[in-house]
């Protein structure tokens, strides 16, 4: 009978580890569906790349309709391997990437959107990564625009690498399970890519509800307790907790989907949170960085400008007690607005990741169109002194 407890919390963690495996598979399912079904049109989009505010919001439109980083930076790749991006251009798509990948979190507060309380610290935990992501792009995409510091730096470290990594590769858990499960699905289907998106998108439904409803009986076990104590009693050791649990499961959006739900639960506080996020953006950026491993100068030109971009980010924001603080109480206000008025959020979000990019992609694509059209290059060279 002694046994019996340890016995309940390791059926509680082999059911919680299936609903992760149910997140990962969903999230691959949209990514395999995409490749390929649509990834023409995918690269059409950042094919229309040509201001780093374009690529900006490319990088946040992709991510959040695909709901990968992983995809974007791999498109992102392989077109700047092809010469059809530069690095200058690459890197905005990168940095809205970060941007478009904290709507995972927003999509995981539904969950909770019929417990008042609950709904209210899960946006405050969903907030936290989103705020934190757009202050480091505000610091970083000016010095990038004008001074190219993130795409120089990272080339040159590649450049310093890519002898040493030559031949190098790595495969984890996505590559031996997560994708063959995914595909797997897509075959099931029918290869359709509007029932395979469909079934992702129900997949996910089921894992916000399930995870909410585990964590409400696993939070409450004296184990996680303990546990939770030895891998978030310093902010250090938080932020390696966030790190290594993100290089686990390949995926900071799972990461960030437990800390919010573990927030939402008021079992984990903003201030303990936030360690844990920095931690999971490091830990993303090196699952990147080890995939890019013997692919290339340009394939790790990129993935080193992920790493570079989330670990001056959390130099410049996370050891300031100011600035934390003052990021965790906004948050906190933001939570709370958000639950007197809910349609707010969910119209900033949505003019945020959808709204703004679509607008900004589809005028541009019309400004070029117009620019490229015959009659336009008939003008131009009839009056070249009209020419910038």
């Known amino acids: 009978m002694r046994n019996l407890p340890w016995l309940r919390f390791i059926g509680r963690a082999a059911a919680l580890v299936a609903v992760v495996c149910l997140f990962l598979v969903a999230i691959e399912l949209m990514v395999v569906a995409v490749q390929q079904n649509a990834e023409a049109q995918v690269r059409a989009i950042f094919q229309m790349i040509h201001n780093p505010f374009v690529a900006l919001f490319v990088g946040i439109l992709t991510t959040a309709l695909v709901q990968s980083s992983s995809m974007t930076t791999s498109i992102t790749v392989a077109l700047t391997a092809a010469g059809a991006l530069t690095y200058a251009q690459a890197v905005p798509v990168i940095i809205g990437a970060n941007i478009g990948t904290t709507l995972t979190c927003f999509l995981v507060t539904l969950g909770h ?10 946006v405050s935990g969903s907030a936290l990564h989103m705020l934190f992501n757009l202050l480091t792009a505000l610091l970083l995409f000016p010095l990038e625009f004008f001074g190219h510091v993130l795409s120089g730096a990272a080339h040159w470290l590649a450049q310093q690498m890519s002898g040493i990594t030559e ?3 790595f495969q984890g858990l996505n590559h031996w399970v997560i994708h063959p499960l995914a595909e797997q699905l897509m075959r099931w289907v029918g290869g359709s890519l509007l029932l395979t998106l469909g079934l992702a998108f129900l997949l996910i439904i089921a894992f916000i509800r399930l995870l909410s409803l585990m964590f409400r009986g696993f939070l409450e076990q004296q184990m996680f307790h303990r546990v939770s104590r030895l891998l978030t009693g310093t902010p250090w050791r938080a932020l390696f907790s966030g790190l290594f649990l993100t290089i686990l499961v390949q995926s900071s959006s799972l990461t960030t989907s437990l800390i919010v739900t573990a927030v939402a639960s008021n079992r984990l506080p903003l201030g303990r949170a936030f360690w844990l996020i920095m931690g999971a953006n490091i830990g993303t950026t090196l ?6 491993l013997g692919h290339g100068e340009a394939a790790l030109t990129i993935a080193l400008t992920h790493v570079l971009f989330n670990l001056c980010g959390i130099c410049l924001l996370a050891p300031w007690t100011p600035i934390r603080e003052g990021i965790v109480h906004m948050v906190s206000r933001l939570g709370r607005l958000h639950v007197q008025h809910r349609m707010l959020g969910f119209v900033a979000v949505l003019l945020l990741f959808f709204v703004l990019p679509f607008l900004l992609i589809y005028t541009t694509r019309n400004e070029n169109e117009k620019r490229l059209s015959p009659v336009s290059q008939q003008e131009e060279q009839r009056h070249p002194d009209l020419l910038p």
């Open 113 to 122: 959107v019929m417990r008042k309380k609950e709904f209210r610290r899960a």
């Open 287 to 292: 699952t990147a960085l080890l995939a890019s």
């Open 167 to 169: 031949g190098w590769s």
